[in-house]
């Protein structure tokens, strides 16, 4: 049984679809969506519909703890309340996906060779989107998402897997597909 998958735009979907394993991405359905109460919507209105395992990807557009946890809490009572025993997952990424190319300890200045790890860290913990568009401008590396996508190497799409969201996805749909072994899509 796939995994619908719910994000909140193109470039989540051009990210999972470089670092996600083969044999996972083919039991994911991917939908982007426009912004966290979208998502959250969207992901409400699949369960209902299609009674399929749903998991939600969303930017908490923050980094403190407790509005993190707040609207993990908020999202998960909103996907239970209409859920009905169908599995979901609320998978959050702090404080955007775009987070995971810091986060994972891949080589940057493999990449980017003007990257200055110790000037940039902060910048790109807080605003890893913005970071991103800045080294795609003055980095000396590639110029898009999808070039930077283009350019990894295994070793660098094995350090993002290990990624919080990255990491939490492939396990829930691990465990979808052990729960639901046999039944189709």
């Known amino acids: 049984m796939n995994v619908i998958v719910v994000v909140e735009g193109?470039?989540?979907?051009?990210?999972?679809?470089?670092?996600?394993?083969?044999?996972?991405?083919?039991?994911?359905?991917?939908?982007?969506?426009?912004?966290?109460?979208?998502?959250?919507?969207?992901?409400?209105?699949?369960?209902?519909?299609?009674?399929?395992?749903?998991?939600?990807?969303?930017d908490t557009d923050t980094m403190d703890p407790q509005a993190i946890w707040d609207a993990v809490q908020t999202t998960e009572d909103l996907l239970r309340a209409v859920a009905a025993g169908t599995l979901f997952r609320v998978i959050y990424c702090t404080p955007e996906l775009e987070a995971v190319f810091f986060d994972s300890e891949m080589n940057l200045n493999r990449v980017f060779p003007h990257y200055d790890h110790g000037f940039?860290?902060?910048?790109?913990?807080?605003?890893?989107?913005?970071?991103?568009?800045?080294l795609f401008k003055n980095g000396g590396g590639p110029a898009t998402l999808q070039e930077l996508l283009d350019d990894l190497t295994s070793n660098d799409i094995e350090r993002l897997r290990s990624t919080y969201p990255v990491r939490h996805l492939v396990e829930f749909v691990i465990e979808v597909q052990v729960r639901y072994r046999g039944r189709s899509t």
């Open 10 to 58: 193109t470039d989540e979907v051009a990210v999972l679809r470089a670092v996600l394993p083969a044999d996972i991405l083919s039991k994911c359905d991917i939908n982007p969506v426009a912004g966290r109460s979208a998502v959250t919507s969207v992901a409400r209105t699949l369960l209902v519909k299609h009674h399929r395992p749903v998991a939600l990807l969303f």
């Open 120 to 134: 940039f860290l902060k910048y790109a913990k807080t605003q890893p989107k913005q970071a991103l568009e800045y």
